[in-house]
């Protein structure tokens, strides 16, 4: 299974909002660089979250509707 990148953000709140929307609707989730911090998540490119490249797009519209937009 691949995973591909459909959140970006440098807070943790917006990340755990997103987490738990997508888990709410059943889709597999992975977080990452969560641990860091904020500084060295900066450093990093954010908190990001990935999915499997067969929810990619279900995941990103539920996304749209429902938390603040990622990061560019």
């Given amino acids: 299974m691949n995973l591909v990148t459909i959140y970006r953000t440098f807070n943790d709140g917006d990340a755990h909002l ?4 997508l888990e709410a609707a059943d889709i597999e989730v992975t977080m990452l660089n969560e641990e860091l911090g904020s500084t060295l998540s900066v450093m990093t490119g954010g908190i990001r979250l990935q999915v499997s490249e067969e929810d990619a797009e279900a995941a990103r519209q539920l996304l749209a509707s429902q938390v603040p937009p990622p990061l560019p």
């Fill in 18 to 21: 997103a987490q738990s929307v």
